[in-house]
């Protein structure tokens, strides 16, 4: 049987308790050298167009066995269903760090339990723009772990050491939210059973600078009343530059009968924008009999009408036809 094998690059980006809280996968670590002052969890860098800076990454085998690594600069982007922070592929197109940083070699072997050091450059070209450029140092294993089974897939890793890089010039903080759309989920029977009611939003960053969202939901009903008024934990903790992301908020114990509207409030330093959407809670038992009574309504109205047409056409008077008076005949004789 023949073998499917699909490339899964799985950007490991967490910090662990390894040298310089470098990024980890247990196999394998990617973290910046540490400077003469101390540790440094990522790299954070700042340049003016047309500079280049130069700095060290190391690469740390934490296994028994060699292992072989492209390396290689990625731009970084926010996954667009939960907002986390991921880099681009080794065949996607880079246009920020991505394109700019070059590792001194593209592919190490590091023995095991070693560690190797590889320098880099970093190019800001003239008119690049201002404010944050994120992005990460990339240790792709070039192995391919096979799965099992008739279509199996092919697992590739990968760590990546994150690069902060802020680019000289204005900066911008943006942000809008947007396509507010709220859907309930209620009970057949009013009463019997929990009410939910799930809020979709379009989180985007307008600006030119990394922002760390704060996010706060409202709900009034009739008359003003206050249904919910928390803060969102699902925002993500790093919204890059241009970066957009669709996110969802569940509300347990929705109203099962009102009418209301909820209001999004997103805000950074710098920045702060409101959207907000009306909602209509009813049972689903309740539209129903509303339905057929309306439906029954109608039939019985209309056979009504019929019946009082019927019955006008019955009592009203027939109209007399009255008969067309003969011409009378000539004999032949009188013709003549």
Known sequence: MRKLYVLLLGLVLAWQAT???AADNGSWSVYPVASKVAARPSFYLSADPGQTLTDKVAVQNRTGR???FRLYAADAYNTPRDGGFAVRTLKERMRGVGAWAKPAKSRITVPAHRTVTVPFTLHVPEGAEPGDHPGALVALDEKIDPGSGRFALGVQRAVGARVYL??????LPALSV???H???HQPLVPGLGDSTATISYTLRNTGNVTLHPKVELKARGLFGRTLLDRE????PSELLPGQRVRLTETWRGAPQLDRGEVTLTVSAPGTRQSAGAAFLALPWLVVTLVFVAGAAT???LVRARRGRVRRSARGRP????RPTPSRPRSSPSARR
């Open 298 to 300: 109608g039939v019985l």
């Open 232 to 235: 969102l934990t699902g925002a």
């Open 318 to 321: 027939s109209p007399r036809v």
């Open 19 to 21: 040298p310089a809280h």
């Open 166 to 171: 802020r680019v000289g010039g204005p900066t």
């Open 178 to 180: 947007g396509q507010l």
């Open 182 to 184: 709220i859907s309930h």
């Open 66 to 68: 060699p292992l072989t």
